[in-house]
């Protein structure tokens, strides 16, 4: 395995202008038993109020769900964090003395080398020095890859529907996004290419891609698709940012045949790691994947804790990215997921991730079946996701029976059927909300036109409500459609 | 009481591009019992692994001393966190279901309650409309109150000699920081006025001060001198930002007179929140100080909570930044905190501080005598600090023998004297490493000239190391500066 590619042509004037501080240099006598060290501002761990810490959580491997409360303290995994590593902790434990004290911007060593580990598992990231930092979650690692990479006035590929906050993360930032077509399946390799081939002026820096549970649309990019993608990247030289939150909420293949279920059902570790889709990361044989991950959807979003994976030297622009705001997670926030998955170990976390696996299928198929049940065919269009936490359903306007009232225009049908969700008390989120809004100012020869100009559609999640109130919502939401088409 | 002033022009390009997010209109429906909301992608608190958490502290009013750790579950605070708030909450507390899940930019509301009951017992902030919302500490806020008013460019006030990351974090967003002249206690507001009348070009949109227990010098600023300086930022109209980390860290008076110590001790709550230093904010009838405040010092750097006061006008664009990056303080450190902070009470809290303030003055008190008893005189300055983690000693470099020799260049003394240090086994920080560097292109007529061109100094710190290091790494870089300036 060869190094990464040098890509610091692609950083931002902000990420080159960080000086390192004449502070780091003294800090090397820090732990010099010769050297009186009086330099740092920290405070005694002594005047740190917190003693000890615990935290119960249910024990793999999670037999009856991963949403079993422990009825007793031997069913539960008990995490007991010291102040000092001597006080009885467990020796992979971060001791409250450190993680409540400055320092470690990358992270706490215990939570990144379990991270580590759990990334070689999965990913088999395919270059030697590739390595991992904490972030507080993929948002703000967004943030910070803007930061890295894009300076005011340079322009972004997006996908041509996508998280709005992300979007306007950028938007604020004086940052274009460029919409990348897409289809059932996310981005169309072949149009991104057509894209790049016309493409006038500075080439993007990157492309943001939601690769895996898709927000808002629910696709999913093909091992296929991703390679393709991979190699545009090379020969037009950006980086792939993969924002990953959805990426282990991987489900079985959706079939109708409810007594096929059990079957396609995933059970041993071997099976779960087969049945993840290839990453970008795992591809990367050049180092231009920064992989966004998270434990907002697999353990807590308040945790405030994500990882970001890439190669080392731009690893370090964030780091001192880091170091200047957020500096690093909650080290309650470490010590206790450390904890508590350093107990779990490798083998119990991919239990747990077998378990949110079988929670979301579950999940997943109750609402495609209510979609199939309550949604008039004549005007829906739908695919089962294969991933995340969002379904969405497609019309085609130009069937509503105001359409021409409407002077053509779909978003005024998209609006009718929001507020007809709404008259019978079903909410799902229009899908213009997540246009990507830089297609009036493209820098292109010719602009691709993506999909149907009459084709809206609504996102809806099956992952906030329990199920009896999903499938409550979906009936109402279909029978608006029904009613607006005059279908009834 | 009247409301704050409108101060929108001072906002940045970056602020000011922020749209709202149109997900933000259908959040209204989220609690609508006549609605089924199928449009936040919000994971199942049944899927949080954690079902309990509990932290052990030590209890109001820690007549042992704040650093003794409870001998018995008796002595202690115990803080027992529940995931939902009917199982046996405090019902102060904030249930893990709702701090480890998304949303609450701004803080969750107990925490904010405490720490704004606390805010007024201080401050006493004298407009209409103030208000909290929580940051990931000072570090974090100051990167976001960057964002929030300046654009690449700008230029900033900051003081002559300030926080090396502080300084370096405007560096790298293109904004030019203008170094305002300090002596012993601080900016001079004369001076101020100065650099101010003389100003060419687009004045400045921020000062920003750390107004107490100064980083690196130690000073800190009178009620006299703030309230010259807030006159000033009215006349020319710019935002104070008051980093104040170590505003609890004051100190009673230093008196060379060991027997006089005790008699000048604060003990009961009234007395010590009257020797506490007027702050901006409480001089603040405009609404344009920003103060940070923090957890970081006071409890624990590592927790990442801190806060924000000012106006809600402008706490909102914080907001609307926060909820595109860094989202919200980890919801285990604000459980946590505010679980243990709503034991202790109000009174309480005020306990643990002057706790703190008992412990910071004796470590003060030892540096200082033994400043007195190591440092040359002939060649030394120093006055004792009243707060923060902070002295500063003084040299006149003209004075060393090899003044001639280094061509009249101070810095290659304070080199000399960093590396004598070293040779001893001491290491405090020299404090041209802190000087702004905006001085080169100054937009001004005329420049002042802060202090003497030969003066240098040494920061040093009594809050990392314990006492008896303390004083054998104060005497053996005392040694060092005889040795150097050739007075042994």
Redo the contacts between chains.
């Keep these: 395995m060869a190094g990464p590619k040098d890509l610091t042509h692609l950083l931002s ?3 080159l ?3 390192p ?3 780091k240099t ?1 800090f090397k ?1 820090f732990a010099d038993p ?11 761990a ?13 024990n793999p491997p999670f037999r009856n769900g ?2 079993a ?2 009825q007793s303290v031997e069913e ?1 995994t008990q995490t007991v964090l010291a102040k000092h590593s001597s006080d009885n902790g467990h020796h992979q434990d971060i001791p409250l003395s ?5 320092g470690f911007t990358e992270g706490q060593a215990e939570l990144l080398d379990f991270i580590k580990e759990h990334t070689k598992l999965v990913h088999n990231v395919p270059y030697e020095g590739w390595d991992i930092i904490t972030s ?2 993929n ?2 690692s967004w ?1 910070a890859t803007l930061r890295t990479f894009t300076s ?1 006035g340079d322009t972004i590929l997006v996908e041509e529907f996508s998280f ?3 979007l ?2 950028a ?4 940052v274009t996004q460029f919409p990348v077509p897409m289809d059932d399946f996310g981005i169309i390799p072949e149009k991104l290419e057509d894209v790049l081939t016309n493409w006038v002026g500075p080439k993007p820096k990157l492309l943001y891609t939601i690769a895996t549970g898709q ?1 808002p649309t629910g696709s999913s990019l093909s091992s296929e698709r991703r390679a393709a993608i991979y190699k545009l990247a090379q020969e037009h030289d950006f980086i792939i940012v993969e924002d990953e939150p959805y990426y282990y909420l991987q489900m079985d293949t959706y079939t109708t045949d409810k007594s096929a279920r059990e079957g396609k059902a995933v059970h041993t570790h071997k099976e779960f790691l087969n049945a993840l889709v290839t990453s970008f990361i795992s591809l990367d044989v050049d180092g231009r994947v920064i992989r966004l991950d998270s434990f ?2 697999v ?7 994500g990882w970001i994976v890439g190669q080392k030297p731009i690893l370090e622009r964030y780091i001192r ?1 880091h ?11 470490q010590s ?1 997921i450390n904890g ?1 998955l350093q107990r779990w170990g490798q083998d119990g976390y991919l239990d ?1 991730l077998i378990g ?1 696996r079988q ?1 979301y299928t579950h999940k997943r198929d109750v609402a495609i079946d209510a979609v199939s049940a309550h949604f008039p065919k004549e005007v829906s269009h739908y695919i089962a996701p294969v991933a995340g ?2 379904f969405t359903v497609q019309f085609d306007a130009s069937k509503h029976p105001k359409f021409e009232e409407f002077g053509k225009d779909p978003l005024k049908v998209e609006n009718a059927l929001y507020e007809e969700g ?1 008259q019978e ?5 229009p899908g213009s ?1 997540f246009k990507a809004q830089g297609q009036t100012n493209p820098p292109q020869k010719e602009q691709t036109v993506p999909g149907s100009e009459n084709t809206i559609f609504f ?8 199920l009896d ?2 499938v ?3 009936e ?2 279909g029978k608006a459609v029904t009613k607006s088409f005059g279908l009834n």
């Design positions: 004037e902000e990420a202008a960080r000086r501080s004449p502070l003294a006598y010769n050297v009186v060290f009086l330099g740092g501002g920290l405070p005694l002594d005047y740190f109020p917190w003693n000890k810490i615990t935290a119960e959580s249910p991963i949403a409360v422990p539960a450190r993680s409540l004290q400055y507080i979650g948002t703000q943030d005011k709005s906050s992300a306007e993360t938007n604020a930032l004086g927000n907002s959807k353990l807590a979003p308040g945790s405030r804790v990215l170091e200047v705001s957020m500096q690093t997670p909650s080290g309650f926030a206790i508590t747990w949110l929670e936490m969002f709404l008390g079903a909410l799902l989120i909300w996102r809806g999640t099956y992952a906030a409500v329990p109130k999903l409550v919502g979906i109402r939401f």
